[in-house]
């Protein structure tokens, strides 16, 4: 735990802060990179508390933070992962001075589709809010090709049958004739897509605008993100595990 954190090694907490793997760090430490306290340490295992001693690496002072969490405004055309050969992805969107190796996104959000992306390096907390029987809600707008009626989408609170599961809706809402919204606790592979289509409606635009208790702050431009608020990590950690 953040809090309970006093001596740790240094190559552990430089590799914590995203400065590379256990190996890499090594290689800074033993290449004389690293100081403490204005003090060369070439001594990998050597303790700090991170909290307290002043750290500096490569000529420049290193401000400890063991875990970070960001909310991103998704635009169409980049994929959720966190490095691809060919096309950008969602970490691409960070500025380099955020950018760490160990963040990741939370849940997957297809290229086509905008909205509410949470990146952090919490393994633990990714790991309880996309746990599937968590079932975190996940509430999603979207705009159809054809025109849907009142009471179009109630079908699927009932359920619908994708082959390889059943999916239901926890809340559906039909905002206009080709508008609608609603809440899913799965994160299959082109969920809702695959959940309005067998309904006979073709997706054209999908957005995420809750995930759990957190909302998408409609500030943040698409592609924009900022950091949580200490409130909303306490309410993510609070919501699940
Ligand atoms: N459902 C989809 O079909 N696509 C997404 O990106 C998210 C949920």
Not at 47 to 74: A, Q
Not at 127 to 149: A, G
Not at 163 to 169: E, K, S, Y
Not at 172 to 180: I, T
């Given at each position: ?125 990714g790991h ?42 926890l ?14 606790a799965e ?20 957005e ?7 909302v ?26």
């Amino acid at each position: 735990m953040e809090d309970d954190l006093v001596l740790e090694r240094l190559d552990k907490i430089l590799s914590h802060m995203g400065m590379g793997s256990r190996k890499d760090v090594r290689a800074l430490i033993k290449a004389g990179l690293v100081k403490i306290n204005d003090h060369q340490v070439v001594d990998s295992g050597y303790k700090i508390d991170p909290n307290r001693d002043l750290l500096e690496v490569d000529g420049k002072i290193i401000t400890y933070t063991r875990y970070v969490y960001f909310m991103l405004n998704k635009p169409q055309g980049y994929i959720t992962a966190t490095e691809d050969n060919y096309q950008k992805t969602v970490l691409d969107l960070l500025d380099p001075k955020d950018y760490r190796k160990d963040l990741f996104p939370v849940g997957r959000l297809d290229k086509d589709t905008e909205g509410l992306l949470l990146l952090t390096n919490d393994g633990h907390l990714g790991h309880m809010l996309t746990k599937p029987s968590n079932e975190v809600p996940k509430r999603y707008y979207f705009e159809t090709l054809e025109e849907m009626t009142a009471k179009s989408l109630d079908p699927l609170l009932k359920g619908v049958d994708l082959g390889d599961f059943l999916a239901t809706a926890l809340e559906v809402k039909v905002l206009d004739q080709k508008k609608g919204e609603l809440v899913i606790a799965e994160g299959k592979f082109h969920q809702v897509k695959r959940m309005c289509a067998v309904l006979g409606y073709t997706i054209i635009y999908l957005e995420r605008t809750e995930f759990g208790p957190l909302v998408l702050d409609r500030k943040l431009p698409r592609g924009g993100y900022r950091s949580l608020k200490d409130t909303e990590i306490a309410l993510l950690k609070a919501s699940k595990g």
